[in-house]
């Protein structure tokens, strides 16, 4: 069992903790890498260019939270709260933006709003390359983040407080003032501080549609893909972990004290109908859904037009990525392929992790220090993993330079950048389970491995496909934790996107983008129909 | 019992997943003789026809790209000086390559038939550390459509950009990432001389929409109508106008700046007889008319046909270039760029 424990946390040891270790350290570092103490901080300081795009990046982080956070409450309180028709409909329809890059709403956005854009007059005159773009980019990003957390915590309603309410009177905007929004409070917090987090540290959207406006993740891509100025891009990474790990670490603060909101005693929410609430919601459902809809549909539209917005005759040229700049083709099989290793390996990887975190007898502090690096990746930006992992992979005295620019690294990579919200996900299925179950075995004298395999893997078995189908289309959709590390033989889809939008073949980049979405669909559906038949078989237990 | 065949069914369903994950996973591609790791700032559109074209006559030589920017690839191979990836260049701008020539990055050598290349278009030691491609040029990507629509006059010179009518029409590369925007830059300098071409990009600087990462964006911004003119250059201006782009291509009349793409090998390399076939090649006149195909102006000058939407005249719009000059100083030009405009904060409406 040690063994088990010391080979994974090695694992997380080799390819989170040193990499991280020895970024601070290079940020101490001149370009001859000599120490010299805080001088680049220094540096990074008196440079106006790059110390005023701290505010920038906090601007639009806040400007894009006070927007969506509202925005996706009230979505789910219309999905929770009303009896709607075609509320899932409107739940698949709000989770869209999972499934595409964090650079296609920029590439959509310039169709719609830019100089030439369909919709441009709805800007006054306002450019859309810059603070504006970035910030509708991230409202669509960060929506269903903001949404599924919400959606979580309110359906933790205990009816009999809306009983109290109504049998008091209190009227509906009292009941939504004074029982559903403090019930919804933690996940309120909560989905603040995940959406604040995702704006600052996402490097896609800015980068399409940030103009010249600079951001902390678009500069940390130019110190050290423009200029190679590794040190630097250090100093900014250190600089952009800095709000990340706050808003991580009061996150976690929080979750912690939602536990016991709900009692056993509690009775589940089930709204009556209300014609004209129902109606107002289901108009908004409708502008909102629409909204996010035409993200997609324009990114389609623009992908198959000849020459946006002179001829619009429909063509498959843009499809032909093999005469376009990027990596062809090629680029999007090796995204799939990456796609399949890092949910096949990391939920293997993920899951006896968690099994080993949560079953494991005795070794507490190993296990202790096991949890905290399992939850350190999601205050870790892709971006800072990448360069990371530069530094450590590509010292030519570390004998695992070999991965360097492989499909290996890539692999490694994208497994830790999501390893939290699969380690999570693990370690909730496993709680689920009576540790009777170890009890009785070792008492049977089974040894644990085989518990793990007869027991523990088909109970947990539809988690363990939403681990699987989680690390699948964020493999798909990251750029910033691979835009460092790939090489010439593994460029990604995702990366082609963005070489695509950089030599100006935008049509192309949509194309690509909209290959990215259309095989997450795919794959989510095949996880829904995998995930039924396996629940039929494996799940049979629960049902009487 | 029946529960047992469902737990194997299942078992096998997930290890037949495994498998056809890895099994796609292991497919690996046929390995070819000799592999060459290339580094280039090839416009990303004619990397294939090149490759191509090389492996008709050397199909043994497989050629892996390294693509990206001028400022891009020259940063990259600066910071991997110490332990080179690249085993040839092969288009990249001069000026750029005569920086990595004092570090001693580049390997001399002597393709055969060099001396058939115009003089300017090679490195004048001999063995030469680099050889000459073709010239590219700068030029402006005027939207005929869009102007019509805003009563914009064309321009005709550089100067006439800095009109209060073009206020936030014009698009230019990043000089710091685009071998198009360093060779603007320079070439102003020059044209000008410092204080007064600093002084041009000052009032320029009024005028721009976007400054974009490759010089190629904001020629297809322009033809897109998105910024109705852009400082680009003569090849994607024609190949903008070919693909139906509503353009005029202006040479402004003052000159326009260019560089010249070119080859070398890097010190060092590993496949040394494959480098020097590649070297060899990349001056025959096969590798010239492919050059031609896109340029007007290739490295064997008498060899240089008419592109179709440039003129015929194309030598005579090049400005005097120094390309030493503009090497020399490169890193101080973008310092002194970066300090001046690079903390934009926000595209001028």
């Given at each position: 069992?040690?063994?088990?424990?010391?080979?994974?946390?090695l694992?997380l040891?080799?390819?989170?903790?040193?990499?991280?270790?020895?970024?601070?350290?290079?940020?101490?570092?001149?370009?001859?890498d000599?120490?010299?103490?805080?001088?680049?901080?220094?540096?990074?300081?008196?440079?106006?260019?790059?110390?005023?795009?701290?505010?920038?990046?906090l601007?639009?982080?806040?400007?894009?939270?006070?927007?969506?956070?509202?925005?996706?409450?009230?979505?789910?309180?219309?999905?929770?709260?009303?009896?709607?028709?075609?509320r899932?409909?409107?739940?698949?329809?709000?989770?869209?933006?999972?499934l595409?890059?964090?650079?296609?709403?920029?590439l959509a956005?310039?169709?719609?709003?830019?100089?030439?854009?369909?919709?441009?007059?709805a800007?006054?005159?306002?450019?859309?390359?810059?603070?504006?773009?970035?910030?509708?980019a991230?409202?669509?990003?960060?929506?269903?983040?903001?949404?599924l957390?919400?959606?979580?915590?309110?359906?933790?309603?205990?009816?009999?407080?809306?009983?109290?309410a109504?049998a008091?009177?209190?009227?509906?905007?009292?009941?939504?003032?004074?029982?559903?929004?403090?019930?919804?409070?933690?996940?309120?917090?909560s989905?603040?501080?995940?959406?604040?987090?995702?704006?600052?540290?996402?490097?896609g959207?800015p980068?399409?549609?940030?103009?010249?406006?600079?951001?902390?993740?678009?500069?940390?891509?130019?110190?050290?893909?423009?200029q190679?100025?590794?040190q630097?891009?250090?100093?900014?990474?250190?600089?952009?972990?800095?709000?990340?790990?706050?808003?991580?670490?009061?996150?976690?603060?929080?979750?912690?004290?939602q536990?016991?909101?709900?009692s056993a005693?509690?009775?589940?929410y089930?709204?009556?109908?209300?014609p004209?609430?129902?109606?107002?919601?289901?108009?908004?459902?409708?502008?909102?859904?629409?909204?996010?809809l035409?993200?997609v549909?324009?990114?389609?539209?623009?992908?198959?037009?000849?020459?946006?917005p002179?001829?619009?005759?429909?063509?498959?040229?843009?499809?032909?990525?093999?005469q376009?700049?990027?990596?062809?083709?090629?680029?999007?099989?090796?995204?799939?392929?990456?796609?399949?290793?890092?949910?096949?390996?990391?939920?293997?990887?993920v899951?006896?992790?968690?099994?080993?975190?949560?079953?494991?007898?005795?070794?507490?502090?190993?296990?202790?220090?096991?949890h905290f690096l399992?939850?350190?990746?999601?205050?870790?930006?892709g971006?800072?993993?990448?360069?990371?992992?530069?530094?450590f992979?590509?010292?030519p005295a570390?004998?695992?330079?070999?991965l360097?620019?492989?499909m290996?690294?890539?692999?490694?990579?994208?497994?830790?950048?999501?390893?939290?919200?699969?380690?999570?996900?693990?370690?909730?299925?496993?709680?689920?389970?009576?540790?009777?179950?170890?009890?009785?075995?070792?008492?049977?004298?089974?040894p644990f491995?085989?518990?793990?395999?007869?027991?523990?893997?088909?109970?947990?078995l539809p988690?363990?496909?939403?681990?699987?189908?989680y690390?699948f289309?964020?493999?798909?959709?990251t750029?910033?934790?691979?835009?460092?590390?790939?090489g010439?033989?593994?460029?990604?889809?995702?990366?082609?996107?963005?070489?695509?939008?950089?030599?100006?073949?935008?049509?192309?980049?949509?194309a690509?983008?909209?290959?990215?979405?259309?095989?997450?669909?795919?794959?989510?559906?095949?996880?829904?129909?995998?995930?039924?038949?396996?629940?039929?078989r494996t799940q049979?237990?629960?049902r009487r | 019992?029946a529960e047992?065949?469902?737990?194997?069914?299942?078992?096998?369903?997930?290890?037949?997943?495994?498998?056809a994950?890895?099994?796609?996973?292991?497919?690996t591609?046929r390995?070819?003789?000799?592999?060459?790791?290339?580094?280039?700032?090839v416009?990303a559109?004619?990397l294939?026809?090149?490759?191509a074209?090389?492996?008709?006559?050397?199909p043994?030589?497989?050629?892996?790209?390294v693509?990206?920017?001028?400022?891009?690839?020259?940063?990259?191979?600066?910071?991997?000086?110490?332990?080179?990836?690249?085993?040839?260049?092969?288009?990249l701008?001069?000026?750029?390559?005569?920086?990595?020539?004092?570090?001693?990055?580049?390997?001399?050598?002597?393709?055969?038939?060099?001396e058939?290349?115009?003089?300017?278009?090679?490195?004048?030691?001999?063995?030469p550390?680099?050889?000459g491609?073709?010239?590219?040029?700068?030029a402006?990507?005027?939207?005929?459509?869009?102007?019509?629509?805003?009563?914009?006059?064309?321009?005709a010179?550089?100067?006439?950009?800095?009109?209060?009518?073009?206020k936030g029409?014009?698009?230019?590369?990043?000089?710091?990432?685009?071998?198009?925007g360093?060779?603007?830059?320079?070439?102003?300098?020059?044209?000008?001389?410092?204080?007064?071409?600093?002084?041009y990009?000052?009032?320029?600087?009024?005028?721009i929409g976007v400054?974009?990462?490759?010089?190629s964006?904001?020629?297809?911004?322009?033809?897109a109508?998105?910024?109705p003119?852009?400082?680009?250059?003569?090849?994607?201006a024609?190949?903008?106008?070919?693909?139906?782009?509503?353009?005029?291509?202006?040479?402004?009349?003052?000159?326009?700046?260019?560089?010249?793409?070119?080859t070398a090998?890097?010190?060092?390399?590993?496949?040394?007889?494959a480098?020097?076939?590649?070297?060899?090649?990349?001056?025959?006149?096969?590798?010239?008319?492919?050059?031609?195909?896109?340029?007007?102006?290739?490295?064997?000058?008498?060899?240089?046909?008419?592109?179709e939407h440039?003129?015929?005249n194309?030598?005579?719009h090049?400005?005097?270039?120094d390309?030493q000059?503009?090497?020399?100083?490169?890193?101080?030009?973008?310092?002194?760029?970066?300090?001046?405009?690079?903390?934009?904060?926000?595209?001028?409406?």
């Open positions: 069992m040690r063994l088990f424990i010391g080979v994974i946390g694992y040891v080799a390819a989170l903790a040193l990499p991280l270790g020895l970024m601070l350290a290079k940020s101490l570092q001149g370009s001859r000599e120490f010299v103490g805080l001088a680049n901080y220094v540096r990074y300081f008196s440079t106006p260019a790059l110390s005023q795009s701290i505010g920038n990046s601007g639009v982080s806040i400007l894009s939270t006070v927007i969506t956070v509202p925005l996706a409450f009230l979505y789910a309180d219309a999905l929770t709260r009303s009896r709607m028709p075609f899932g409909f409107f739940k698949t329809v709000a989770l869209v933006p999972i595409v890059p964090s650079l296609l709403p920029g956005l310039v169709y719609l709003f830019g100089n030439q854009g369909l919709l441009k007059a800007l006054f005159g306002h450019s859309i390359y810059g603070p504006i773009g970035i910030v509708m991230e409202v669509f990003t960060t929506f269903p983040h903001a949404l957390i919400v959606l979580a915590a309110l359906a933790l309603a205990d009816a009999r407080l809306y009983e109290a109504v008091l009177r209190a009227s509906r905007p009292k009941i939504f003032w004074t029982v559903t929004l403090p019930g919804a409070r933690y996940g309120l917090i989905a603040t501080f995940v959406v604040f987090t995702t704006v600052v540290t996402d490097f959207a980068k399409v549609i940030g103009g010249q406006y600079n951001v902390l993740a678009t500069d940390v891509y130019k110190q050290v893909i423009g190679q100025n590794f630097m891009g250090a100093v900014v990474s250190v600089i952009l972990l800095v709000p990340a790990v706050f808003a991580f670490m009061v996150d976690r603060a929080v979750r912690r004290r536990v016991a909101l709900l005693r509690a009775v589940p089930e709204p009556k109908p209300q004209l609430f129902d109606l107002l919601m289901l108009a908004y459902c409708v502008v909102i859904g629409c909204a996010l035409s993200i549909a324009i990114s389609q539209f623009a992908a198959v037009v000849k020459f946006f002179y001829n619009l005759a429909l063509t498959w040229a843009h499809y032909d990525f093999d376009k700049g990027g990596g062809g083709w090629a680029s999007y099989y090796n995204s799939i392929r990456l796609a399949l290793l890092t949910s096949v390996v990391g939920t293997v990887v899951f006896v992790g968690a099994y080993l975190v949560e079953k494991a007898r005795g070794f507490a502090l190993g296990r202790g220090i096991f399992a939850m350190l990746p999601m205050a870790v930006p971006l800072v993993l990448g360069l990371a992992y530069i530094f992979f590509n010292a570390n004998p695992l330079n070999v360097y620019r492989t290996t690294i890539l692999v490694v990579n994208t497994i830790m950048h999501f390893y939290t919200v699969g380690h999570l996900t693990a370690l909730t299925a496993l709680r689920q389970m009576d540790p009777e179950f170890e009890t009785v075995s070792a008492s049977l004298k089974q491995y085989r518990t793990f395999w007869r027991v523990t893997v088909p109970v947990c988690s363990t496909l939403d681990i699987a189908i690390m289309v964020n493999a798909m959709t750029v910033s934790g691979v835009v460092f590390i790939y010439p033989k593994t460029e990604l889809a995702s990366i082609s996107v963005l070489n695509m939008d950089d030599t100006g073949e935008i049509a192309s980049a949509a690509m983008a909209m290959m990215i979405f259309y095989t997450n669909v795919g794959a989510r559906m095949l996880h829904l129909i995998l995930a039924r038949a396996l629940e039929r049979a237990w629960r | 019992m047992k065949t469902v737990r194997l069914g299942s078992l096998l369903a997930c290890a037949a997943i495994v498998a994950a890895i099994g796609f996973a292991a497919t591609v390995a070819a003789k000799a592999t060459l790791t290339v580094y280039t700032a416009e559109d004619d294939k026809k090149y490759a074209r090389f492996n008709e006559d050397y043994d030589i497989e050629i892996k790209w693509r990206d920017s001028t400022g891009v690839i020259t940063a990259k191979l600066l910071a991997e000086k110490a332990n080179p990836q690249a085993d040839v260049i092969w288009g701008a001069a000026t750029s390559l005569l920086v990595l020539k004092p570090e001693g990055m580049l390997m001399p050598y002597a393709p055969k038939g060099v058939r290349l115009d003089a300017q278009f090679r490195d004048k030691d001999n063995p550390t680099w050889v491609m073709d010239a590219w040029v700068a402006l990507c005027f939207n005929t459509v869009e102007a019509q629509k805003k009563n914009l006059p064309k321009p010179s550089w100067k006439d950009l800095t009109k209060p009518v073009y029409a014009v698009v230019m590369p990043n000089p710091a990432s685009s071998g198009t360093f060779l603007d830059v320079s070439s102003w300098l020059q044209l000008f001389g410092e204080t007064e071409g600093w002084k990009m000052d009032a320029l600087h009024q005028n400054y974009t990462h490759s010089g964006k904001p020629c297809t911004m322009a033809g109508g998105e910024y003119l852009g400082v680009s250059f003569e090849f994607r024609a190949r903008q106008k070919k693909q139906g782009a509503p353009i005029d291509i202006v040479f402004p009349s003052e000159g326009s700046g260019w560089d010249m793409e070119a090998i890097v010190k060092g390399t590993k496949n040394l007889e480098a020097k076939t590649l070297v060899n090649w990349s001056v025959t006149d096969k590798a010239m008319k492919l050059y031609n195909e896109g340029y007007a102006v290739v490295a064997i000058s008498k060899m240089s046909q008419p592109v440039l003129p015929a194309m030598l005579e090049m400005a005097k270039n390309f000059w503009a090497a020399t100083n490169r890193a101080k030009i973008l310092a002194e760029w970066e300090k001046r405009y690079g903390a934009k904060s926000e595209p001028k409406k």
